[in-house]
C-alpha cells in the first residue's frame, strides 16, 4: 500500500468515527435519562494501593499516619495483604488473626472510613490460600500412578503405598485398575487389605496394575505472614475450603471488621492435578468412567482419544475448582456482607 493509499485510510477511518461518536453523543443528548453531569467522586472512583504487611508489624500510630498521606494523595483505598516480616523486627511481628491483629485490622478500617476510604483483604496471608489450619487430608492434592507387572499366577508380593519419595505416608489408594492386552479389565480396590497388601491372582495372560493414589503437593503458602505459615489448599475441596474458612468465621465472620471486600491473592497452586475422590467426580461430570482411559492421561505421546480425554479430565478440574471453591468461597463473603 503507497503511503498515500495508507495517509486516506486513515483519514476516512478517522472521519467514521468522529460521525460515529457524533452521532451518540446527538443521541444520548436526545435521552431524557441522559446526563451531562460528572459522576459523584467516591472512595471507589479513586485510585487504590495495594498495601503490604510485612510480618504484620504495625501499630497505630503509624497505621493513621500512612492512611492519612494516602488520603492526601488522593487514594480511596487500600488492599492489605499480610506477608513474610522484615529480618531484625521479630519482636514486633504480630500472629494472623490474633486478637492484637483483629485490632490492628479495626483501627485500620475504622481510620480509613473517617478519612472517606475503604478497605479490602486478601483471606488468607501470602499466596495462595492455605495456612497452619490446613491438614494434610485438606492440602493441595496431586494424581499419583505406580505401575506393576504380573505373570500369570502371579499375585503381587510387595505393599501398595507410594513409590514416591515422602509420599509413602499421606498418600492414599484410590484404585487399582487391571489391564490385559491394553484393555481395561477391572478395579479390584477393594481387594487391598488394611496392610496395603493386594489379594490378587492374575490369570492366563500378563497384566499390568495401575495403583492410583490422591498424593499431596507439600506446597507451603508463598510469603506467608506469621501466624499464617502451613500448607497450601486443596481448591478442589469443598470439604477443604470448609475447614480453611473456620477460623475466618470466628474472626471477620460477623462482619466485625466492616471491610468492604475479600480477595484471593494469586492462584500459584503447583502441580495440583487431582483431589480425594476425583474418579466419581469425574463420572458425575462428564458421564463416564474415567477408569478404563486413565493411562491415557500419562502418555507423552497423544491420539485422537487421549486427547479428548485430556480435555475431559481438564474441564472437570475447571468444574471443580469453579464449584467447590469459588462459588462457595463468593457464596461465605456474601453472606457476611462482604463483596
Request: hydrophobic residues 40%; contains cysteine.
Amino acid at each position: 500500500m503507497t503511503y498515500f493509499a495508507k495517509h486516506l485510510l486513515y483519514q476516512t477511518t478517522f472521519a467514521l468515527l468522529f460521525f460515529s461518536a457524533i452521532v451518540a453523543c446527538t443521541g444520548q443528548a436526545d435521552n431524557p435519562n441522559y446526563s451531562t453531569e460528572w459522576p459523584a467522586v467516591s472512595a471507589e472512583t479513586k485510585p487504590w494501593t495495594r498495601w503490604w504487611w510485612l510480618g504484620n508489624a504495625v501499630d497505630s500510630a503509624n497505621l493513621k499516619a500512612n492512611l492519612e498521606d494516602l488520603a492526601n494523595a488522593g487514594v480511596g483505598g487500600v488492599e492489605i495483604t499480610p506477608l513474610y516480616g522484615v529480618k531484625g523486627y521479630e519482636d514486633q511481628f504480630i500472629d494472623h488473626l490474633s486478637p492484637q491483629w483483629m485490632n490492628m485490622l479495626d483501627y485500620t478500617v475504622n481510620q480509613a472510613h473517617a478519612l472517606g476510604m475503604k478497605v479490602d483483604m486478601v483471606q488468607g496471608t501470602g499466596w495462595p490460600f492455605g495456612g497452619p489450619h490446613v491438614t494434610p487430608p485438606h492440602a493441595a492434592s496431586k494424581l499419583i500412578v505406580d505401575t506393576y507387572k504380573l505373570r500369570p499366577g502371579a499375585t503381587l508380593t510387595e505393599k501398595l503405598v507410594a513409590k514416591e519419595n515422602k509420599q509413602a505416608d499421606i498418600a492414599t489408594l484410590e484404585a487399582v485398575l487391571v489391564f490385559e492386552d491394553g484393555k481395561f479389565v477391572e478395579d479390584v480396590v477393594a481387594s487391598v487389605d488394611a496392610q496395603a497388601q493386594l489379594k490378587y491372582t492374575a490369570k492366563t495372560k500378563e497384566v499390568t496394575l495401575y495403583a492410583v493414589f490422591c498424593g499431596k503437593t507439600r506446597q507451603q503458602v508463598k510469603r506467608a505472614a506469621p501466624g499464617g505459615e502451613g500448607l497450601t489448599l486443596d481448591h478442589y475441596s469443598k470439604e477443604a475450603l470448609d475447614a480453611y474458612l473456620k477460623p475466618y468465621e470466628a474472626t471477620i465472620g460477623k462482619n466485625q471488621t466492616q471491610l468492604r471486600a475479600l480477595f484471593n491473592d494469586s492462584y500459584e497452586v503447583y502441580g495440583t492435578t487431582w483431589t480425594p475422590g476425583f474418579l466419581d467426580q469425574f463420572k458425575a461430570l462428564r458421564g463416564y468412567d474415567l477408569r478404563p482411559y486413565l493411562p491415557l492421561l500419562l502418555e507423552k505421546t497423544h491420539s485422537d482419544v487421549s486427547e479428548r480425554v485430556i480435555s475431559d479430565y481438564r474441564e472437570t478440574i475447571s468444574d471443580l475448582l469453579l464449584t467447590n471453591f469459588m462459588n462457595p468461597w463468593r457464596k461465605w463473603a456474601n453472606e457476611h456482607h462482604y463483596l
